[in-house]
């Protein structure tokens, strides 16, 4: 990737507006970039260990050139680092350093780190300001835009946290070079949901284009990139905290998030959750009567194309439910559900528990497995939900 022009996309939000920075090589100038956003020398860059041995250095080089005083917080990679725990232990690192209220942290690395800086930038002396360098391709185009904060309970995904806006978000695809395998396609999951909740011609150019994208050619990258975080910036510019619309940005979390947390948030990373929970959220749309089959078909074949089974690990019902109700999706003891009426748009709605467990019995029967979505026209449950509708 080079010789690209540099992208802005902009996130209105009154005083805390920001400007989502999209450009080939932005690593190397992020001290010159600061200084528009500080006036303090003191700088925190949280990071975790994989993402250090590659970028840190050369961040820390453009923050010393630049005048600044920068300390590494480098902190074990991986979901289990989203703790209450570790944030004590940033907080502690920044108190003993003595930040102060001015003071700034950058948070280099995915979105495990966005979210851990995010939220100890919130809370520390009351809030003091951030910016977000994302280098994998789900903290790209989801987790660094929008100001979800926060870490993991025992019994929830994300449960403890704070709506905190960054100063900015610095996105260098070059980055995503050394992004694992396994990281970049699950990564793509969030990139195609957000051609399932918003946008169909953006879906096209993803199915079209999916080849290209798994090479990581530089055009397609690119423009999936910026249209992902388009179309997060207007949801987030419309909704900031969630208390409707942006719940759209959930579309396959409900089932995701409630795999994660059953896997213990091992052995299924968050983007390959992802891609299962936008295959079955439509099957249980279709289920539902909201969608036709060829929607679950163009979805569960999207996903299989870029890499992702959009298959659960083996589960009960009953273990899948009750991880469901621990969600921050849950109102009143509803499960509030996003389900696809079309490719590029969706609805928000609760689902009964009888409902979801008339799909999981119809689609499984008495086995245990998540199906990977179905032929056009096969579905049992489909006919009777089509009569209701
Ligand atoms: P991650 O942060 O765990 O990163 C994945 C792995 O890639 C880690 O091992 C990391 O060290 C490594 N890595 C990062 N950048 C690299 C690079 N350029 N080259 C090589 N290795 C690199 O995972 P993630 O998928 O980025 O983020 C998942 C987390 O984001 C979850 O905790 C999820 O809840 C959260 N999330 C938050 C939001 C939000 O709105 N705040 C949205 C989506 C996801
Ligand atoms: N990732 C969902 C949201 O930011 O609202």
């Excluded at 609760?350 to 008339?358: D, L, T, Y």
Aim: aromatic content about 6%; glycine content about 12%; some cysteine.
């Amino acid at each position: 990737m080079a010789a690209v022009a540099e992208q802005i996309v902009h996130v209105t939000l009154g005083e805390r507006s920001y400007d989502i920075v999209l450009y080939p090589g932005l690593l190397a100038s992020v001290g010159d970039r600061l200084r528009a956003l500080t006036t303090s020398l003191k700088i925190g860059v949280v990071t975790d260990r994989h993402v250090a041995r590659r970028y840190l250095q050369g961040v820390l080089r453009s923050l010393r050139k630049a005048g600044y005083d920068p300390t590494p917080i480098i902190l074990p990679p991986g979901e289990g680092t989203k703790t209450l725990g570790t944030i004590a232990k940033v907080l502690d690192r920044l108190a003993r350093q003595r930040f102060e209220r001015q003071s700034l942290l950058l948070a280099l690395g995915g979105g495990v780190i966005g979210d851990i800086t995010g939220f100890a930038a919130a809370i520390y002396q009351r809030g003091i300001p951030f910016v977000q360098v994302p280098t994998t391709l789900v903290a790209q185009v989801d987790s660094s835009v929008g100001g979800k904060t926060g870490v993991d309970h025992r019994l929830g995904k994300n449960m403890i946290g704070a709506f905190y806006q960054p100063r900015a978000v610095w996105i260098d695809p070059l980055t995503l070079r050394t992004l694992p395998r396994r990281e970049w396609t699950a990564g793509l999951a969030e990139v195609i949901k957000y051609g399932i909740i918003a946008d169909e011609e953006f879906f096209a150019f993803l199915e079209k284009e999916i080849p290209a994208l798994l090479k990581l050619e530089e055009s397609p990258v690119m423009r999936a990139i910026k249209r992902s975080c388009e179309i997060k910036a207007q949801v987030v510019a419309g909704d900031e905290r969630e208390s409707d619309r942006r719940r759209i940005l959930n579309y396959g979390h409900t089932i995701g998030h409630a795999l994660e947390s059953l896997a213990g948030y091992r052995g299924l990373i968050h983007g390959e959750a992802v891609g299962i929970g936008l295959v079955q959220e439509a099957d249980l749309a279709y289920h539902m009567g909201l969608c036709g089959p060829e929607v679950v078909e163009r979805i569960r074949s999207i996903v299989q194309r870029a890499g992702l089974s959009g298959q659960a690990p083996q589960i009960s019902f009953a273990s899948l439910w009750g991880a469901m109700q621990h969600d921050k999706k849950v109102l009143g003891g509803r499960v509030i559900g996003v389900w696809p009426v079309k490719i590029g748009e969706v609805v928000i709605r609760p689902i009964e528990r009888q409902v979801c467990a008339a799909w999981f019995q119809s689609t499984h029967g008495r086995g245990s497995r998540l199906p990977r979505g179905r032929q056009p026209g096969k579905h049992p449950a489909r006919r009777k939900a089509v009569a209701r509708r």
